[in-house]
C-alpha cells in the first residue's frame, strides 16, 4: 500500500475489556502501520469510538472504564501521540455536525442493508420477536456517523476488518452522492484497506476468542489472571507420549496466533513426535505473552493509573483533529447554503 502523503483513520469501539485477540488481530496491527505513516509522512490518526459505544452501552460508569483502558491500550502498545492523532470521537462536536448533513443524502435503503442492523434483525427473527425489537435508530444509522467520522478528515485510506468493508463503502457513496449533486469534490472519496488476514486467535474453550463468550486471556489482566485463563484452555486426554496432529490441539491453535515462530515450531514438534506435555505447552505460551505483553502491561498500568495524562494528550489530539474537521465541514456547508 502506498502511503506518501495520505490521511489513514482508524476507530475502535470501546464496548469490553481487550482481550489477546483484539490485540493480535486489530490493535498491533494499527499502530504497526501508524509507525509505517509515520515514516512515509502520511498522516494517521486513531481514535476511540465512544460515540458508537452508546448504542450497546447505557452504564455511564462501564462506558467510561471501557474507554479509558481503550485509550490507555493504545499508547501502552507504541501509538505515538507525537506522530499520530489521537482523540475520542465525542470531543469533536464537528463530527455530528457533518453527520446530520450526510443524513440528507443518505438513501434510507442503505441503511436497511447495513450489516450490523441487518445482523440485529435476523437475530430478532431467529428468536420470533419483532423484526426492530431492541434495535435504536444509533444503531440503525451506525454507517453514517462512521461515514461522518471518516469524511471529516478527507481520509484516503481506512483499514479495517472484513465485516467494517460495507460502512466504508457506504462512506464512500454518500461522499459521491454529495460531489455529484454539487458536481465538485466536495468530500474525498475514502477507500478500505484490508488489513491482511490476521490468525483468528481461539478462545480457551475452541470457538474464537471473544467477549461475548467469556473464552477470553485478558489483554492487561494481572498475571494471575492471565495465568488462570491460560492453565484453563482445554485440552483432551491422549497419552502423553502419544504423537499427535497438532492441527487437531487447541492450543497449538493459540499458539499460532501469539507466539514466535520459533516457539511454534518447537511446539509443533513436540506434539508430532509426542513427549511433549500440555502443561508444558501452557507454560510456553505464559512465556510468549509475558515477552510480547510484559513492558505493555507495566505502561498500560501506569496509563490507567495517571489517566490525567492520557487525558491532556487526548485533549491535545482533539484540538488537531478539529483544526482539520472544522475546514472541511466549513467546505461542506459553504457548498451547501452558497456561502462565499
Ligand atoms: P469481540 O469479539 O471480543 O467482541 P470485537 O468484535 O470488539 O471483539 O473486535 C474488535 C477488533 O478485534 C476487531 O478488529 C476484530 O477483528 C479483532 N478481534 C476480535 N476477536 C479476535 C480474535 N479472536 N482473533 C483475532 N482478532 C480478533
Ligand atoms: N465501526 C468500527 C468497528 O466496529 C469502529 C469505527 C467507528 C470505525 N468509526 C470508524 C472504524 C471509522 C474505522 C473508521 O470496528
Redesign the pocket.
Known sequence: MQLENKTI?????PTGTLHIGNYFGAIQPMIELGKKSAQSHASHIMFV?DY?AINAIKDPVFLAQTTKELACAYLACGLDPNTSIFYKQSDISEIFELTTILMAYTPKGFMNKAHAYKAAVDKNMAKNEPQDAGINMGLYTYPVL?AA??LAYDTDI?P?GKD?VQ?VEIAADIAGAINAVYEAEVLKIPTSFLKEETQVVPGIDGQKMSKSYNNVIPLFGTDAEIKKAVMGIKTDCQDINAPKNPDDILLYHIAKGIASKETIAEIKEGLEKGGMGYGTIKKMLLQSIQDELGEKREKYNYYMSHYDEVEDMLQQGAQKARAISGAVLNRVKNHIFNRK
Open positions: 483513520l482508524t476507530g475502535v469501539k469510538a458508537h462512521m467520522d471518516i481506512v479495517v467494517q460502512h
